[in-house]
Nanobody, 115 residues
Framework: QVQLVESGGGLVQPGGSLRLSCAPS????????MDWYRQAPGKQRTWVAQ???????NYADSVKGRFTIPRDNAKNTVYLQMNSLKPEDTAVYFC?????????WGQGTQVTVSS
């Protein structure tokens, strides 16, 4: 059973930075697409960013220019580097990893942007 372990969330002031990470346990199989989603209080989960196995990236308009999504294929790890954070970035952030036959979600990590 694959489990995704996320880390790096916390409380940060507006304008600050955080880096989230997500790595699988229970499998060493290659991962195809890696994504980050977020869910703000009282709202639906929304897509934030994606990186393909070849390194092609895509971002939601709300984070473009502020967030990046690097990955380490050797470790099957994906990161979300978040810069210039705004209060509206406050949410629980979830990683998602797509394997050849299944996709798995992390448990979520809280990011709070507040002064």
């Amino acid at each position: 059973q694959v489990q995704l372990v996320e880390s790096g969330g916390g409380l940060v002031q507006p304008g600050g930075s955080l880096r989230l990470s997500c790595a699988p346990s229970g499998s060493s199989a290659s991962v195809n697409d890696m994504d980050w989603y977020r869910q703000a209080p009282g709202k639906q989960r929304t897509w934030v960013a994606q990186i393909t196995r070849r390194g092609t990236t895509n971002y939601a308009d709300s984070v473009k220019g502020r967030f990046t999504i690097p990955r380490d294929n050797a470790k099957n790890t994906v990161y979300l580097q978040m810069n210039s954070l705004k209060p509206e970035d406050t949410a629980v952030y979830f990683c998602r990893m797509g394997y050849s036959t299944n996709a798995y979600w992390g448990q979520g990590t809280q990011v709070t942007v507040s002064s």
